[in-house]
């Protein structure tokens, strides 16, 4: 988005998911999912805090979902 190119709709993209060996405080170590979530944003049109709460409410619903 470049000039007065502003939109005010964002691009939001999920990357494939990836097995990850992570600490883990029962075990030590765990072996789960992992994706790679972006968001794209002209913050002329969009606050970056904005975005960052969505993407965290996403995690939230995403990680739900599995346990």
Known sequence: VTGVQTCALPIFAV?????VVVANSESGMAVIS????????????V???????FLKSVQRNLE????
Request: proline share 0%; glycine share 10%; hydrophobic share 25%.
């Open 15 to 19: 990357g494939s998911t990836k097995q």
């Open 34 to 45: 992992q994706a790679t979530l972006t968001l794209t944003c002209d913050h002329r049109a």
């Open 47 to 53: 606050d970056g805090a904005t975005g960052a709460t």
């Open 64 to 67: 739900s979902q599995v346990n």
